[in-house]
Nanobody
Framework: QVQLQESGGGLVQAGGSLRLSCVAS??????MGWFRQAPGKEREFVAR????????YYIDSVKGRFTISKDNAKNTIYLQMNSLKPEDTAVYYC???????????????WGQGTQVTVSA
């Protein structure tokens, strides 16, 4: 199965920015998504991008602040996060999604995630 490795998290003040990366061990051919899990909460879908990279989707709470992108040559997807808020604090994960219009993760194995902490 494809292995995923996330990186780029950190501690930032509210209003700051971070860029997350997710490298896949091989080409997947799938649409990909970012998910996050805040303390005490279930993991939630955040954004997705289709394989060709020309269609994206965001949940309302991050729309206009986050941008998902990808580099198929590097088997990598990115999440540029601007205007960060304390409520964005979570561990962020990437995964394939079941279809280009789905928010359901496809792979049963997750990476270790990357911690994003936004201070007020």
């Amino acid at each position: 199965q494809v292995q995923l490795q996330e990186s780029g998290g950190g501690l930032v003040q509210a209003g700051g920015s971070l860029r997350l990366s997710c490298v896949a061990s091989r080409r997947t051919g799938y649409a990909m998504g970012w998910f996050r899990q805040a303390p005490g909460k279930e993991r939630e879908f955040v954004a997705r991008i289709n394989y060709s990279g020309d269609r994206t989707y965001y949940i309302d709470s991050v729309k206009g602040r986050f941008t998902i992108s990808k580099d198929n040559a590097k088997n990598t997807i990115y999440l540029q996060m601007n205007s960060l808020k304390p409520e964005d604090t979570a561990v962020y994960y990437c995964n394939a999604v079941q279809s280009p219009v789905s928010d359901i993760p496809l792979l049963t194995s997750w990476g270790q995630g990357t911690q994003v902490t936004v201070s007020a």
